[in-house]
């Protein structure tokens, strides 16, 4: 079994920043693919950011150009870097991974087998 931990949420202005981090367990790290989920009380849960065993990193276009997405196989730990956030960021933030690429043609993205707690990221207005 995979498990994932958030850390870093909590609250922020409006253009303000925050960092989140995931630490995984297992020897396969470097195998993971892995993405950030969010979900809005009352709304779908939605892909943010998904970066694979290589590093291709894709990104929701409502968070492109503003979170950068990374991973440090050494530490086995996932980031999301969230810059210029908004109002409508936020959410409950889950890191996710999964032995099989999460995005598949293209656009659609796949339900991982693995999911952190989640950590709240709220944006004031």
């Known amino acids: 079994q995979v498990v994932l931990m958030e850390s870093g949420g909590g609250s922020a202005a409006t253009r303000g920043s925050l960092t989140l981090s995931c630490a995984a367990s297992?020897?396969?790290?470097?195998?993971?693919?892995l993405a950030w989920f969010r979900q809005a009380p009352g709304k779908e849960r939605e892909g943010v950011a998904a970066?694979?065993?290589?590093?291709?990193?894709r990104y929701a276009d409502s968070v492109k150009g503003r979170f950068t997405i990374s991973r440090d196989n050494a530490k086995s730990t996932l980031y999301l870097q969230m810059n210029s956030l908004q109002p409508e960021d936020t959410a409950m933030y889950y890191c996710?991974?999964?032995?099989?690429?999460?995005?598949?043609?293209?656009?659609?993205?796949?339900?991982?087998?693995?999911w952190g707690q989640g950590t709240q990221v709220t944006v004031s207005s």
């Open positions: 996710a991974a999964d032995f099989s690429p999460l995005i598949v043609d293209g656009r659609r993205w796949r339900t991982p087998a693995y």
């Open positions: 297992g020897d396969f790290f470097p195998r993971y693919y």
């Open positions: 970066i694979g065993n290589i590093y291709f990193t």
